[in-house]
């Protein structure tokens, strides 16, 4: 994928701060962090999202999203830690390339969550579960 960044950077030909890699993920820091110890997670193939990447692949990231969280973690001092993905632009994905956030957490660290957070009216969560219940695949 000839203009991914990530591509690049699993290539060589963009450096990055690695943190773990294997046959088919590599781990670095984020070089815009949210806090110190931010780390991405990405496949070494090229997949442009989560409905894209096969599940072998997406387990396996996931366990290494586990390992890496318990290490920087520790490593950081953090409170908590966020694992965090956006698929598609709306959702602000920024590279199209799979990956995973760990974003390290820390108490007064001015950041929230679910600021437009609502309730579901009468009745229509039950017709949203039988929405995407007709749907799976």
């Known amino acids: 994928m000839g203009n991914c960044l990530f591509c690049k950077i699993i290539a060589g030909e963009t450096p990055c701060t690695k943190v773990y890699e294997d046959g088919t993920v590599l781990a670095?820091?984020?070089?815009?962090?949210?806090?110190?110890?931010?780390?991405?997670?990405?496949?070494?193939?090229?997949?442009?999202?989560?409905?894209?990447?096969?599940?072998?692949?997406?387990?396996?990231?996931?366990?290494?999203?586990?390992?890496?969280?318990?290490?920087?973690?520790?490593?950081?001092?953090?409170?908590?830690?966020?694992?965090?993905?956006?698929?598609?632009?709306?959702?602000?994905?920024?590279i199209f390339h799979t990956h995973f956030h760990i974003v390290p957490r820390f108490s007064g660290d001015g950041f929230t969550h679910w600021n437009s957070a609502r309730d579901y009216h009468s009745g229509e969560a039950t017709e949203v579960a039988q929405k995407i219940i007709s749907v799976l695949v």
């Open 28 to 94: 670095f820091l984020d070089i815009h962090p949210v806090n110190i110890g931010h780390t991405l997670v990405i496949p070494k193939a090229h997949h442009s999202n989560l409905y894209e990447t096969p599940d072998g692949t997406l387990a396996h990231m996931m366990t290494v999203v586990k390992k890496l969280s318990v290490a920087i973690k520790n490593a950081v001092s953090a409170d908590g830690i966020n694992i965090e993905m956006n698929n598609d632009q709306i959702a602000g994905q920024i």
